[in-house]
């Protein structure tokens, strides 16, 4: 599978990365077995990019994550993590579950948010513990949104110090915003965006500002989100949006897109997973799964071909922003 090189790092990833908020129970519980079969789902496919966080599972999703990659060479794989909330044992007994917090695994501990030097330190020694690693290759700042002035003052600061003393390859942060990233990469001299949900196939707001922003300054964006919760792999009443049900306009309008791909024979979810390659700022997309079979259709849809004639339509139909950069229509084959 291609790689591409981080912004001015040293870090590679692939066409295809792995999100592994699913295997952190997202939503709903998964077997171990069913975790270890999706990251080794993953390998054979050729995806080498594995992204986690605190967040997922309370710390389930990185220990589950190091234990499959156990026994794999170490450089031969990414794994990329994340900093800005630290997981603080509970100590009220029965404390319940997480799901409020959309995870299915016991609440055994809580969130804390921490952008300081002394926090991201911290997030990051207990990350190595629970992935049993003595690094990571990419590490970004999670959800600032709220606290985009100690991110910047004091969080980020922290992460360049790492970079420059060679404990991470790269760093970033990630978001399900564009506002704050572009702002990032104006001010700061970060590798890399994680943007979720802002660059599809429904919303191009990343259009706007971060991609040209990144492309101006040679630095990369991993696109996430890429169909919005689900709502571009099988548009329908109820399908969710955002975390949530998707209102009416946002159903109507993916329900078009579904029109337009389907009179080319393109299933929606091929054409969402091919869409954000056209930006030349994109180095990976990023797709969660929580099973093998979630996998191997990801992997099938990136070899759909893609036909110019369906983008055509989507612009004639303002399906798409304008100037929204569109991939080339390849052959179909295995990603290489």
């Avoid at 069913?34 to 990185?62: C, K, M, N, Q």
């Avoid at 024979?265 to 797709?287: D, E, I, K, N």
């Avoid at 979630?294 to 612009?315: F, G, I, S």
Wanted: with cysteine.
């Amino acid at each position: 599978m291609r790689t591409t090189t981080l912004g001015g790092s040293a870090v590679g990833v692939t066409q295809l990365a792995l999100g592994c908020a699913g295997i952190g129970n997202l939503y709903q519980p998964v077997s171990d077995e069913a975790a270890f079969a999706t990251v080794d789902a993953a390998w054979d496919a050729g995806i080498r990019t594995f992204d986690t966080a605190p967040h997922y599972g309370l710390g389930l999703s990185e220990r589950r994550l190091g234990a499959a990659l156990r026994g794999r060479p170490r450089d031969t794989y990414t794994v990329s993590t994340k900093v800005g909330r630290l997981l603080v044992p509970n100590k009220t007994a029965g404390a319940g579950d997480d799901l409020a917090d959309g995870f299915a695994v016991p609440a055994t501990h809580r969130r804390v948010w921490d952008f300081t030097a002394d926090g991201v330190l911290r997030s990051l020694e207990a990350s190595l513990n629970r992935l049993g690693l003595d690094r990571v290759d990419i590490l970004l700042l999670h959800d600032p949104d709220d606290h985009a002035e100690q991110a910047l003052r004091e969080a980020y600061p922290a992460l360049e110090r790492l970079r420059a003393q060679g404990v991470v390859g790269a760093i970033g942060v990630g978001m399900n915003q564009s506002a704050l990233p572009a702002r990032f990469l104006r001010e700061t001299d970060i590798d890399v965006v994680l943007l979720a949900g802002r660059y599809t196939l429904l919303d191009q707001d990343g259009l706007a500002e971060l991609l040209p922003e990144a492309a101006a300054r040679g630095r990369s964006v991993v696109i996430g989100g890429v169909f919005n919760s689900g709502l571009l792999t099988a548009p329908r009443p109820g399908a969710t949006y955002d975390y949530a049900p998707a209102p009416r306009p946002v159903l109507d309008r993916a329900l078009r897109l579904l029109e337009v791909t389907e009179r080319h024979g393109v299933p929606l979810r091929a054409a969402a997973l091919h869409f954000p390659f056209g930006h030349s700022a994109v180095a990976s997309v990023l797709t969660g799964a929580r099973s093998p079979e979630e996998v191997r259709d990801t992997c099938e849809q990136l070899c759909r071909p893609v036909p110019d004639a369906l983008w055509d339509e989507l612009r004639a139909e303002g399906l798409l922003a304008p100037g929204s950069p569109v991939p080339v229509a390849t052959p179909s084959k295995e990603p290489s």
